[in-house]
């Protein structure tokens, strides 16, 4: 069988190839990433992390404080929609209990840096 078409042009034989969105083909003795199994023993190993809460190792005050803030900001948003009237003083102790916990806050900060490090990492 000749590779020539009858006006003189060459023509190459189509050979299986892979194609985009197919798979490949068992038979081209070609191996890819998704060939790939995993043994069974390698993922028996595998334990995932217990996560801890970040409440559990935090100062109290920081808690207080957090509390006071989110809460306060919370409490803002939500009561003007809620169906009950609540008196004009309500929305003066919320922002104070927000000042309040950001004051607890700041006060949670440490004064003075550990070490003489200049805070820059490469």
């Not at 060459?10 to 003795?29: D, E, F, I, M, S």
């Not at 920081?62 to 003083?89: D, E, Q, T, Y």
Request: a positive charge; aromatic letters at 6%; hydrophobic letters at 40%.
């Amino acid at each position: 069988m000749s590779n020539s078409r009858e006006d003189g042009h060459h023509y190459r034989r189509r050979t299986a190839r892979p194609q985009p969105g197919r798979p490949v083909p068992k038979n081209l003795g070609q191996r890819g990433p998704r060939d790939f199994t995993p043994a069974a023993e390698e993922e028996e190993d595998f334990r995932p992390p217990n996560p801890k809460s970040p409440v559990a190792g935090a100062k109290p005050g920081v808690v207080v404080g957090a509390l006071l803030v989110l809460g306060g900001i919370v409490c803002l948003i939500v009561f003007p929609f809620l169906p009950v009237g609540f008196p004009g003083w309500t929305t003066a102790a919320l922002i104070a209990a927000i000042l309040l916990g950001l004051v607890v806050l700041f006060m949670q900060m440490p004064a003075k840096r550990a070490g003489s490090d200049d805070g820059a990492r490469v």
